[in-house]
């Protein structure tokens, strides 16, 4: 120690100032004359000894806004949750014409096989919603298809024909109904709306083949005259041939 303060003591300038300086401190902590490192370094802490202080305004603040994140990003994912759900039902209802989803009854699933007895040939379900019918026609031997605006409702309907073990005959589409030409099937079923009847039923008379048979439920075709009825209520199916409604030739 003695050493560095002489060569201090001979130092001039900047250097020598600071030299001094250091060597000052350390023979003051040498003899005990300033506090020792761990009380400095307690002293330094905000909180004093131990480091530790009660929360201030700061730090209640930082809290809260912390919730208030949380929170926007549990909102904000249940609204995409919900938009992304929701959507595929709501879009279809703002259109001019509505097509809603109302699951088939056991009863019409019954009734529409009845009037497919003897039949062969493709089929085709008109907004085919869960697929219960898709499902049930696959059952008896026919080729069918659904064809449903809906994705939730298709990629369901796929899964249930795959549980149900038909699923190499029961295919379904994410379709618009008014987009698909359906002059290939021989068996149509429709669960329609009296809005979009009349429209449909041109749309029919000019595709179908004469032998071609339409199975309407809920809601029967305006001006076509049915082949066979059955059921009462909400479960009645009307059945129309082809070949009658069009009186004998293709409408031009």
Request: a neutral charge; proline letters at 8%; charged letters at 20%.
């Amino acid at each position: 120690m003695d050493l560095f303060l002489g060569l201090a003591g001979t130092a001039g300038g900047p250097h020598g100032f600071l030299l001094k300086e250091c060597c000052r401190l350390q023979k003051d902590m040498s003899d005990g004359d300033g506090p020792p490192p761990e009380t400095l370094e307690e002293e330094r802490q905000p909180g004093g000894p131990g480091g530790s202080h009660p929360a201030g305004p700061e730090a209640s603040r930082l809290k809260k806004s912390n919730w208030g994140f949380l929170l926007t990003g549990a909102v904000g994912g249940t609204l995409v949750a919900l938009y992304a759900v929701a959507t595929p039902f709501i879009t279809p209802a703002l259109r001019k014409t509505c097509l809603p989803f109302v699951p088939a009854t056991t009863k019409q699933v019954e009734n529409v096989v009845k009037m497919l007895r003897c039949r062969r040939g493709p089929l085709v379900d008109i907004g085919s919603g869960d697929g219960r019918i898709v499902i049930a026609a696959a059952k008896e031997g026919f080729t069918a298809v659904g064809y449903e605006l809906n994705p939730w409702l298709v990629w369901y309907s796929r899964y249930r024909a795959w549980r149900e073990g038909v699923q190499g005959s029961a295919t379904f589409y994410i379709s618009d109904l008014w987009k698909v030409t359906f002059s290939q099937y021989s068996n149509v079923v429709i669960f329609g709306v009296p809005q979009m009847m009349p429209q449909l039923e041109k749309k029919l008379e000019l595709e179908l083949e004469d032998d071609a048979r339409v199975i309407a439920c809920r809601f029967p075709f305006p001006h076509w005259t049915p082949a066979q009825v059955t059921g009462e209520g909400v479960d009645t199916v009307w059945a129309y041939d082809a070949s009658a409604f069009r009186g004998g030739g293709r409408r031009r």
